[in-house]
């Protein structure tokens, strides 16, 4: 993380915490973590084609589907994403 790129913004609902990659870190985070302390995390995702397709692959297929049901799944393309949307494409 570039800890001086940090911000914090907190209000009577809401807070919000700002992070930036340090230099020489490139590609797109996949998950965060959060919690009061290190023994009580909780995992969230980022919505990413990858993180869509494991998600409803889970969902959509259990772990005994056979792998003609997997083959047979949709494609899941994500076209955009805003604060108030998500825009994803089945095929």
Do not use: H, M
């Not at 919690?35 to 995702?45: I, K, P, T, V, Y």
Request: negative net charge; glycine residues 8%; aromatic residues 8%.
């Amino acid at each position: 993380l570039a800890s001086r790129e940090t911000s914090v913004s907190v209000s009577a609902y809401n807070a919000a915490v700002g992070l930036a990659k340090a230099p020489g870190s490139t590609g797109p985070w996949e998950k965060f973590c959060f919690g009061l302390d290190a023994s009580g995390l909780q995992e969230r995702l980022f919505v990413s084609e990858e993180n869509v397709d494991g998600f409803l692959g889970t969902v959509l297929c259990p772990s005994f589907c056979s792998q003609s049901a997997l083959e047979s799944q949709p494609l899941i393309e994500v076209l955009d994403v805003t604060e108030d949307r998500i825009q994803i494409r089945l095929k």
